[in-house]
């Protein structure tokens, strides 16, 4: 607490250092910076990172990787869709927007309308010295496994789930095990120059609605499931993809309602 009472009987110069040393401080109160480890299905492992600022989040996943082949740790050569901006989720008071790179492009859109359902078990367990509860949530065609504490007094997650009730520890993809997030630390200072970088390169893209979104995505990966099937045809070869497209699904966070019925009626 700040005592004020004197205020009015400084210089005026001594008043403006005031001023800055208490906003500085409470803007460091209103800012933190979580570490997480990602590690996605083949194994990879990288750095992420939430910035809270006030009533703005934005999680960045750190993935280094290029669209040219990469190689699993079991020595699996698999495709990957990715820049260097990778995959950004960005929510304030008034927005909820998500990034992935996709084809060589990029879906930047409003994710602000998907319903989050949460369950919430008895299940607990120690996770990096929390305690923490198990909820299962529901949100844009994936189902998550997250473990929560309310050990610290912060309610945030990766990927705006913000229906979970404290500070996500650990996320896990539970439908095709496609990622996993774990918390390693919590910083009371915040790196707000990288903040504000990819705060300003989301804001300035043009943001679909996430009707457009799946519009869009459905047309995109449908001609990408034809090609495949066509260029195959050409070595009178053929492939037969998972009922549940995971093929295709594995490159987006979100997946539409009706994106899989569209890709199983695509047979060759």
Excluded at 232 to 246: C, G, I, P, R
């Amino acid at each position: 607490m700040y005592d004020c009472r004197s205020f009015k009987h400084l210089p005026n110069m001594k008043k403006l250092i005031y001023l800055l040393f208490i906003t500085s401080a409470v803007f460091a109160q209103n800012t933190k910076q979580l570490t997480y480890q990602y590690t996605d299905h083949n194994d990879f492992v990288c750095e992420s990172h939430l910035f809270l600022k006030g009533k703005e989040s934005l999680y960045i996943i750190k993935d280094p990787r290029t669209e040219l082949n990469n190689q699993s740790t079991s020595g699996l050569v698999y495709k990957l869709y990715n820049d260097k901006w990778s995959r950004i989720f960005y929510k304030s008071e008034k927005l909820n927007i998500t990034r992935v790179p996709l084809y060589g492009r990029e879906m930047v859109y409003n994710s602000d309308k998907l319903v989050q359902s949460v369950k919430l078990t008895d299940k607990t367990k120690k996770i990096a010295g929390y305690t923490c509860q198990e909820a299962l949530v529901s949100k844009g065609g994936r189902k998550y496994a997250v473990w929560y504490t309310t050990d610290v007094a912060l309610v945030a997650s990766p990927l705006n789930l913000s229906a979970v009730p404290g500070l996500v520890v650990e996320l896990r993809d539970t439908g095709s095990e496609n990622f996993k997030i774990t918390l390693q630390k919590i910083s009371n200072t915040a790196d707000l120059k990288e903040f504000e970088k990819y705060k300003k390169y989301i804001l300035e893209k043009p943001i679909k609605s996430y009707v457009t979104y799946e519009k869009d995505l459905i047309s995109q990966m449908s001609n990408i499931k034809k090609e495949n099937y066509a260029a195959l045809a050409k070595f009178n070869a053929s492939v037969e993809y998972a009922a549940d497209q995971s093929y295709f699904t594995v490159h987006v966070v979100d997946i539409p309602e009706k994106l899989v019925p569209a890709l199983q009626k695509i047979t060759k």
